[in-house]
């Protein structure tokens, strides 16, 4: 029997995120400072007092919500994780959880991210869509089938839950899909308001410049396996950590795949750590007999 933690991402903010715990204790205040400090900007003035549309810029998101689940993992006196996941911007979180980086470096990382990410986004407009209620290998045949077809491009981006799949790619590409997706049988195949296509091709100047941060970056050997969203297997070897760091942000994240892997080896509870409820409701819906349990 495992614990494993587990880390959200992008998506997970709100309004006054992180301020009741900056207000009553001094460890959280002092987190909150230095990562101010570190990113040149009072993060914790938006995060306290920002409205959710300053919320959602990706350079403000990323590193609020790592933030968030960084202070809330800290004040996790037992943590003592056999097994680590994030989803996405969440895998940031999970290595700092199992001692590969540092938490200084991880926002740096973090920052740089973020901001390459809105960067790419500015470069070539495109979004993101929610497909529910449709098999994962229709979906990815469709997808193929719309990138054949119009040369735009569109691929399966967040593999979420049996069920739930997030397809990424071009604006026209998503329109053409989203209808197609429909009359194939979709509950649903909505767009969302997202900076542009994550975990897609198109992220492929953020790629670069993330490549550029990391090597940069002292990474340590893992204290406990991490489960990463580019392969779903879990990485004990740091140099491979990275490699997988870098390839996220053109690749899918596959969370149910990532999820099904820790079960199978040996997880029986799940705590989601940071901003949010969403991990905990996809877990349960890839596995009902596992224990879920979250710390915020």
Known sequence: MKHAYVFPGQGSQFPGMGKTQYQNSFFAKKLF????????????DIMFSGT??????????????????IMAYKSIDSARPDMVAGHSLGEFSALVANGVLSFEDALQLV?????AMQK????????????????DTKVEIICAEVTQDTHEIVIPANYNCPGQLVISGTLKGIEIACERLKEAGAKRAMVLQVGGAFH??????????????????????????????????????KEEIKVNLINQLTTAVRWTQSIEAMIKNGASTFTEVGPGKVLRGLIG?????????GVE
């Open 200 to 237: 897609s091709p198109l992220m492929e100047p953020a790629k670069k410049e993330l490549k550029n941060a990391i090597e940069k970056t002292t990474f340590y050997n893992p204290t406990s396996s991490i489960y990463q969203n580019a392969v779903a297997k879990a990485v004990m070897d």
């Open 33 to 44: 400072e230095q990562a101010n400090e570190i990113l040149g900007f009072r993060i914790s």
């Open 285 to 293: 819906k890839i596995n009902k007999e596992v224990t879920t349990e």
């Open 120 to 135: 790419a986004c500015e470069i070539n407009p495109s979004t993101m869509a929610a497909v529910i209620g449709l098999d």
């Open 52 to 69: 959710e549309e300053d919320l959602k810029q990706t350079k403000v998101t990323q590193p609020a919500v790592f933030l968030h689940s």
């Open 111 to 115: 920052s740089v991210r973020a901001q």
